[in-house]
């Protein structure tokens, strides 16, 4: 019996060390047990590990098992990002460019921003994309916008597949192509993309470089409507008036 009594506090002694390995710190965060979480990715961050460096960074930023601090998010970004981390990277060009840890810097942001994008991360090529489409940090240039949205949707990234949709759609930065437009509309909208799916239903609507179908334009308005999305819910509501028998009343 001294045996068993032994092994089972034994056991409770082991489950209830501080997380010593990059998975334990994460296997702690999935528990929710944040602080300690928190204590062993600050003890690997500050030996170099850079996903510790990350994540502690991230953890800093929203507040999750220590006190929020936006300087010491950053702080921990920046490390992560001087050795390459991608998702670091992207993160210290978000807080550049609004201003949070660090003083707000629109060509910073694009300079961090860019060295995730070249290192084929989707959100940063978005954001890289939206800095030339807008000329935030760097000189505007809708083509380049086109080439790093293009990136990030052939990736799959909705918002950025919506993004160049409507320059297509446009002829903004590219030949106009409405075909195309079209195309990457329903791509995004698939992945449910609120504004995609109402772009779809206007061009089902008005058979604008899709075969007209009134029925296919309410089903994409009712999927944005469901969303919150007023523009859509605005068409439904005025379709409810329509006497064409194909559009179903909503």
């Given amino acids: 019996m001294k045996r068993i009594a032994l092994a089972v506090v034994f056991l409770i002694a082991v489950a209830t060390l501080p997380a010593q390995t990059f998975d334990d710190a994460i296997a702690a965060y999935q528990r929710g047990e944040f602080g300690v979480a928190a204590k062993a990715l600050s003890k690997l961050a500050e030996h170099g590990d850079v996903n ?20 010491e998010a950053a702080r921990w970004f920046r490390k992560a990002a001087e050795q390459g981390l991608a998702e670091a ?28 994008a070249e290192q084929a991360y989707a959100p940063a090529q978005l954001r890289l994309g939206a800095a030339y489409y807008d000329g935030d940090g760097v000189r505007q240039d ?7 949205f ?8 909705a918002k950025a ?12 930065g590219v030949r106009q192509d409405r075909v195309e437009a079209a195309r990457l509309f329903r791509k995004a909208a698939e992945q449910g993309d609120a504004k ?14 899709v075969r ?10 009712r999927k944005a409507a469901e969303q919150g999305y007023a523009q859509a819910q605005s068409a439904l509501r005025l379709l409810g ?8 009343k909503p």
């Fill in 52 to 71: 510790a460096q990350f994540l502690l960074g991230a953890m800093y930023d929203r507040g999750e098992g220590v006190r929020q601090d936006k300087l």
């Fill in 196 to 209: 995609a799916q109402f772009n779809l239903g206007l061009m089902y609507y008005d058979g604008d470089a």
């Fill in 142 to 148: 809708k083509l380049e916008a086109a080439r790093w």
């Fill in 161 to 172: 597949q919506f993004n160049l949709g409507v320059m297509y759609y446009d002829g903004d």
């Fill in 150 to 157: 293009r990136k990030a949707a052939e990736q799959g990234n």
């Fill in 241 to 248: 008036e329509d006497q064409t028998s194909r559009v179903p």
């Fill in 89 to 116: 990277q992207f993160s210290l060009g978000n807080m550049y460019d609004n201003g949070e840890g660090v003083p707000r810097d629109l060509s910073e942001a694009v300079r961090w921003h860019r060295k995730a």
């Fill in 212 to 221: 007209q179908d009134k029925v296919e334009a309410v089903r994409w308005y």
